[in-house]
């Protein structure tokens, strides 16, 4: 996620109980994680914006290590969250930034 389980000089810490749930799958494509969050841990609403994160959007250097390319969506909508590293720009789906389980099937 972009931000970080510990804080450092690139991010600050999410907060305790901000990740309810998560589900990794790997493949020789990509890695993934999915999961659920409760935004409001983090002090967001319902009504706040989606938070879209890729190797082309984000404002801090970021990466997934080991892969070329990587998309993340954190949604106080729908309280979701899903991130995936890349070999392809294809396997990313890099058009299309809607709710994770269209940008990013898996479970949530």
């Given at each position: 996620l972009a931000q970080c389980t510990t804080g450092d000089a690139a991010g600050s810490s999410l907060p305790r109980g901000f990740v309810t749930s998560a589900h990794?799958?790997?493949s020789d494509l990509f890695v993934q994680v999915t999961g659920a969050i409760d935004a409001a841990a983090a002090g967001w609403k319902?009504?706040?914006?989606?938070?879209?994160?890729?190797e082309f959007t984000v404002s801090l250097?970021?990466?997934?290590?080991?892969?070329?390319?990587?998309i993340q969506l954190l949604s106080s909508t729908t309280n979701t969250f899903c991130l995936r590293c890349c070999a392809t720009a294809e396997a990313c789906n890099l058009s299309d930034s809607?709710?994770?389980?269209?940008?990013?099937p898996g479970e949530y």
């Open positions: 990794v799958v790997h319902a009504t706040d914006r989606n938070i879209f994160y890729d250097s970021g990466s997934c290590a080991g892969y070329p390319h990587y809607s709710e994770c389980p269209s940008l990013v």
